[in-house]
């Protein structure tokens, strides 16, 4: 299939396929559009099952890059990068730097931060022969932790201002107490939001591959555990997908019982028109790349040079008046709130 017929290409500016030999590297660069600035993204070390898969997953995802820098009022750009391969054998120091060397091609037009698979310890790596990846910096976080990059909590703290802001539009509740949460996985992200749901009142149901992390869960955050599949049959006010992509689909659809949907997976719904599926149905969808905009607003503010905790915590902050906006125009206007997000993005970035 030729790119520029794909379904997912969207007058993307760039793609470069890297290759690297010695090192076994094979990564796609993706720089979906720059006129709000360079491009801004992250790096996702993922053993997709073919190259198609990987280059659907990068065209998306640097897609969705420009649309949450835009309606996070950043001056940025989309992009977003993948490397292929099982990142727990298959990443070396060699194939890292084969990396970096392919940013060097592209003259800062895209700078690289970390993401699913990578760590601020691989963007550290990286910068060893590029100056165009970010997230390693040391800094203090709004939560008052020294730590390399890693900007999981700002985009928790993006996530649980999105489920307020959604309870109070759809609920009518001004708190989280007698809530219930569904959290479908627990990662670095999933876990400190269920931290701050806990802190709000609600109660949680979670659900991660990982076992030690669900014991820790059940017993930290007095948590329900269930299987990952199990989680869509459970009743719950709010479902909160922290993992996967592609989880909003017919089948989940048909078991679903959360009347919000707000979590900072990427592209969660399945296919463009689920959103309307969502709105017919009187779900209340918190469009993905809004409510998880918390890392780029955070990863900004390191790469610029000008981090400032309480600032970073402002910004990040402002989703929940981002998401207001488009609940209350997609009420108005009758359309998808998934919909009403990505016109407000085309028109930040006209």
């Known amino acids: 299939m030729s790119v520029f017929s794909h379904p997912e290409f969207d007058h993307h500016e760039h793609l470069s396929f890297v290759h690297d030999e010695a090192s076994g590297l094979r990564a796609i660069m993706a720089v979906h559009n720059t006129r709000l600035g360079h491009a801004?993204?992250?790096?996702?070390?993922?053993?997709?099952?073919?190259?198609?898969?990987?280059?659907?997953?990068?065209?998306?995802?640097?897609r969705g890059m420009t649309y949450k820098s835009a309606m996070a009022r950043l001056p940025l750009g989309g992009g977003?990068?993948?490397?292929?391969?099982?990142?727990?054998?298959?990443?070396?120091?060699?194939?890292l730097?084969?990396?970096?060397?392919?940013?060097?091609?592209?003259?800062?037009?895209?700078?690289?931060?970390e993401?699913?698979?990578?760590?601020?310890?691989?963007?550290?790596?990286?910068?060893?022969?590029?100056?165009?990846?970010?997230?390693?910096?040391?800094?203090?976080?709004?939560?008052?932790?020294?730590?390399?990059?890693?900007?999981?909590?700002?985009?928790?703290y993006?996530?649980?201002?999105?489920?307020?802001?959604?309870?109070?539009?759809?609920?009518?509740?001004?708190?989280?107490?007698?809530?219930t949460v569904g959290i479908q996985g627990m990662g670095s992200v999933g876990y400190r939001l269920g931290r701050l749901l806990v802190g709000g009142g609600a109660r949680l149901i979670v659900a991660d591959?990982?076992?030690?992390?669900?014991?820790?869960?059940?017993?930290?955050?007095?948590?329900?555990?269930?299987?990952?599949?199990?989680?869509?049959?459970?009743?719950?006010?709010?479902?909160?997908?922290?993992?996967?992509?592609?989880?909003?689909?017919?089948?989940?659809?048909q078991r679903l019982q959360a009347s919000i949907i707000a979590g900072a997976a990427n592209n969660q719904l399945d296919r463009p028109e689920t959103g309307q599926v969502?709105?017919?149905?009187?779900?209340?969808?918190?469009?993905?790349?809004v409510v998880n905009a918390g890392g780029v607003i955070d990863v900004y503010y390191e790469q610029s040079g000008q981090y400032d905790p309480e600032r970073v915590q402002r910004h990040v902050g402002g989703i929940h008046s981002t998401l207001t906006e488009i609940f209350e125009r997609s009420q108005r206007e009758k359309k998808p709130t998934s919909e009403i997000a990505?016109?407000?993005?085309?028109?930040?970035?006209r």
């Not at 801004?40 to 998306?60: K, M, Q």
């Not at 977003?80 to 194939?95: A, C, F, H, M, Q």
């Not at 993006?158 to 809530?179: P, T």
């Open 40 to 62: 801004l993204g992250g790096t996702r070390f993922y053993p997709y099952a073919t190259d198609e898969e990987a280059i659907r997953d990068v065209l998306r995802l640097s």
């Open 80 to 95: 977003k990068s993948v490397i292929i391969g099982d990142p727990r054998k298959d990443k070396t120091k060699e194939l």
């Open 97 to 113: 730097h084969a990396f970096g060397r392919g940013l060097n091609a592209l003259g800062g037009r895209y700078i690289a931060a």
């Open 115 to 156: 993401d699913s698979g990578t760590t601020s310890e691989d963007m550290k790596c990286i910068h060893q022969v590029t100056e165009y990846v970010t997230g390693y910096h040391d800094k203090v976080d709004f939560e008052g932790r020294t730590h390399s990059g890693e900007p999981s909590p700002a985009t928790a």
């Open 158 to 179: 993006g996530c649980y201002m999105a489920i307020r802001a959604a309870v109070e539009h759809h609920l009518g509740k001004d708190s989280l107490n007698g809530l």
């Open 209 to 253: 591959v990982n076992e030690s992390v669900l014991a820790e869960a059940r017993q930290e955050l007095d948590a329900e555990v269930v299987s990952t599949e199990d989680i869509y049959d459970q009743p719950m006010d709010v479902f909160s997908p922290c993992a996967l992509g592609a989880t909003i689909n017919q089948e989940t659809l």
């Open 278 to 289: 969502l709105f017919d149905r009187g779900i209340c969808y918190a469009p993905d790349y």
């Open 342 to 349: 990505d016109t407000i993005a085309r028109e930040r970035l």
